[in-house]
């Protein structure tokens, strides 16, 4: 079995100040893991993933992630935060044969002017 | 032009009906998704599908019946609708692998009254 732990339902955060939106999992397997973005009113879009190699995964839009086996995290960081980012955030596992996925519980990223 | 289209946007009825949410990808993905997202946001699995054969079928109520005409076809029909029934549909598709991101659709916010 697997989880996903999000501990953080919400964070505010004034805008270009740096964020860092929080990742546990739990599995018996190898893992894969992916962080979502979900903008008001529209589906999840991919953020970023980690599959292997080096451990730290960036987006195009300048978040970033660290995955730590030993503390089987994979963090969200960004160093300055746009109003634009004000999304709702989710962690996401993929393991198994048939690609099941967990997601995380969410995290609402509210970036205050 | 849309990767996962789900129709329709926006659904309002009355308990006791029946209701069909359709959904279609052109991405030519062999695997299609039902998503259910409660008040909180909470996303959880409902059905997945590969090349038309059920895969994942979660604790879901029989009242819910998904079908796949085609692997690029998922339609989600919902029999007897209850209050609790009300929440954010969401259709996905992906291709059959554990290291690729899932698409997802604008979703279908259903309302029962």
């Known amino acids: 079995a697997q989880s996903v732990t999000q501990l953080d339902s919400q964070v505010p955060v004034f805008e270009e100040a740096p964020v860092e939106l929080r990742c546990n999992y739990s599995?018996?397997?190898?893992?894969?893991l992916f962080w979502y973005v979900q903008y008001p009113n529209q589906g999840l879009q991919l953020l970023l993933k980690?599959?292997?190699?080096?451990?730290l995964v960036e987006s195009i839009n300048g978040f970033e992630a660290e995955f730590n086996k030993s503390q089987t995290s994979f963090h969200l960081r960004k160093p300055s935060v746009h109003i634009s980012d004000t999304a709702e955030y989710f962690c996401?596992?993929?393991?198994?044969?048939?690609?099941?996925?967990?997601f995380g519980t969410g995290t609402k990223l509210q970036v205050i002017p | 032009d849309t990767a996962v289209s789900q129709t329709p946007k926006y659904l309002v009825t009355q308990m006791g009906n029946d209701k069909s949410i359709k959904c279609e990808q052109n991405?030519?993905?062999?695997?299609m998704y039902w998503y259910k997202q409660d008040s909180k946001k909470f996303l959880k699995i409902m059905f997945s599908?590969?090349?038309?054969?059920?895969?994942i079928n979660e604790t879901v109520p029989n009242r819910f019946s998904p079908k796949s005409p085609d692997k690029a076809h998922l339609n989600l029909h919902i029999n007897s609708l209850e209050l609790g029934d009300s929440a954010v549909y969401f259709c996905?598709?992906?291709?059959?692998?554990?290291?690729?991101?899932?698409?997802f659709g604008q979703g279908t916010r259903l309302t029962v009254v």
């Open positions: 996905a598709s992906s291709q059959r692998s554990v290291r690729t991101e899932a698409f």
């Open positions: 599995s018996s397997v190898s893992v894969y």
């Open positions: 980690y599959l292997s190699g080096s451990t």
């Open positions: 996401a596992v993929h393991s198994g044969g048939y690609q099941k996925v967990t």
């Open positions: 991405l030519g993905h062999d695997t």
């Open positions: 599908y590969n090349n038309k054969e059920l895969i």
